[in-house]
């Protein structure tokens, strides 16, 4: 990250000292067989061929170790044929992903970026490349069949399913309810829904009414810490701002998140409704008895605050 060498000239420099090692070590190979077989026996050497070549010239290739070399070093080069193209070979993703951070650094040069932002920009693009990865991962999910969908999806998230007191409810309500493959196909659609968030370290960020979940870095939130499976804004479906846990984060290190906003969760219940109406009142009235709660601890810190009466 501190080094602006274009990863098209790294590649090319790679090749070329992997392809003179292994040229290397082949030629010593190609002149040990000489070894391997006693002139007493009568069995041709491959280095007879050179006899009549050096007739007139001095010294002579089979009483030379820099003229051996060389001619192995030729031989084994030669054929090297089939050795794979090292750049070439990458895989797609690794071309891209090289593609854009070649292009950052031409970026950085031709504005004239400061070497500290440079540093803090190729850190971030080196660590964002299992994001765009997931995200590939996240439309080849979207391609698969509603059923296998639903497998997939339940197998990934339902770690933090669970974390998140309505969807661990309607999970529960799903095992044990009659509609309970609406009530999971429910899930299954929010969790389809989740937008990934990426976040540099020291970025400040929080928005009211989302829930948020940590898959990478660290994250603080009012002097809460929270690490990579992490989840918080679980209350993002109440409706008064007042009565929400504090929102606001720092991402600690460069931070993955996955968030869900409360008008898509809405829109998603109200489409499911139509299927299952037992849903909407259901989560009607999760969301009425968590304000609840919320008020009173609202009221009761209020009334903690103010100064007793003498």
């Not at 090692?21 to 050497?45: K, Q, Y």
């Not at 660290?218 to 504090?246: C, I, K, N, Y």
């Not at 984060?249 to 460069?254: I, K, M």
Request: net charge positive; proline share 3%; hydrophobic share 40%.
């Amino acid at each position: 990250a501190r080094t602006s060498i274009r990863y098209g000239k790294l590649a090319i420099v790679k090749f070329l000292v992997i392809l003179f090692l292994i040229t290397h070590w082949m030629a010593n190979l190609w002149a040990f067989s000489l070894l391997l077989v006693d002139e007493r026996d009568g069995v041709p050497w491959w280095i007879d061929a050179f006899d009549e070549r050096d007739a007139n010239l001095e010294p002579k290739t089979k009483g030379t170790w820099w003229k051996k070399y060389i001619n192995c070093l030729y031989f084994a080069s030669y054929t090297m044929t089939t050795v794979s193209d090292i750049v070439a070979t990458l895989g797609h993703e690794e071309q891209v992903f090289r593609s854009k951070m070649d292009e950052l650094n031409h970026m950085m040069e031709d504005r004239n970026v400061d070497p500290e932002l440079r540093r803090r920009l190729r850190i971030f693009c080196l660590s964002n490349k299992a994001a765009q990865r997931r995200g590939r991962q996240r439309q080849l999910i979207a391609e698969l069949s509603p059923g296998l969908q639903g497998e997939v999806v339940m197998k990934f998230n339902r770690k933090w399913i669970e974390k998140v007191s309505l969807l661990a409810k309607v999970l529960l309500w799903s095992e044990s309810s009659e509609n309970g493959d609406k009530f999971r196909a429910f899930v299954v659609d929010v969790s389809l829904k989740l937008q990934p968030s990426v976040h540099a370290q020291s970025e400040v960020f929080g928005t009211p009414h989302v829930l948020y979940i940590c898959m990478l870095g660290l994250v603080s939130t009012q002097g809460r810490v929270h690490r990579t499976g992490s989840v918080w804004g679980a209350d993002f479906m109440v409706v008064d701002s007042e009565l929400l846990e504090p929102f606001a984060s720092c991402a600690l290190t460069y931070t993955e998140l996955t968030t869900l906003d409360k008008s898509t969760f809405m829109e998603l219940s109200k489409t499911h409704t139509e299927n299952c109406p037992e849903l909407r009142q259901k989560v009607r009235q999760f969301c009425c008895w968590l304000a609840f709660q919320r008020a009173l601890i609202v009221e009761a810190k209020s009334r903690l605050a103010r100064p007793a009466r003498s």
